[in-house]
């Protein structure tokens, strides 16, 4: 994926390979998309734009759809680490 993708019409997206592993980092740690996006330095309302792309069929929205996957995996591993930790403290 290249540096910025070219959003529909407007100015080129933020949305990179750093952008995607730090909302994903911030996603295992457990934080909501909002406070991921916030954290990252991306506004919440953009991020779920960015989601809502994911669903598109079009080549040139891969780029969402790559973004949509990290998360999902994100969030799954965000899971295995809380319930990892349950074990720990029960």
Same mark, same amino acid.
């Given at each position: 994926?290249?540096?910025?993708?070219?959003?529909?019409?407007?100015?080129?997206?933020?949305?990179?390979? $750093?952008?995607?592993?730090?909302?994903?980092?911030?996603?295992?740690?457990?934080?909501?998309?909002?406070?991921?996006?916030?954290?990252?330095?991306?506004?919440?309302?953009?991020?779920?734009?960015? +989601?809502? +792309?994911?669903?598109?069929?079009?080549? $040139?929205?891969?780029?969402?759809?790559?973004?949509?996957?990290?998360?999902? $995996?994100?969030?799954?591993?965000?899971?295995?680490?809380?319930?990892?930790?349950?074990?720990?403290?029960?």
């Amino acid at each position: 994926m290249s540096a910025a993708v070219k959003n529909r019409g407007g100015r080129p997206t933020r949305l990179s390979e $750093e952008v995607i592993e730090l909302l994903a980092a911030y996603m295992t740690l457990g934080f909501t998309p909002g406070q991921a996006a916030r954290a990252a330095g991306v506004a919440p309302r953009t991020l779920r734009l960015w +989601r809502a +792309r994911a669903w598109s069929r079009l080549p $040139e929205d891969a780029p969402f759809v790559a973004l949509e996957q990290r998360l999902r $995996e994100a969030q799954v591993e965000a899971g295995r680490t809380a319930w990892l930790d349950g074990l720990w403290d029960g």
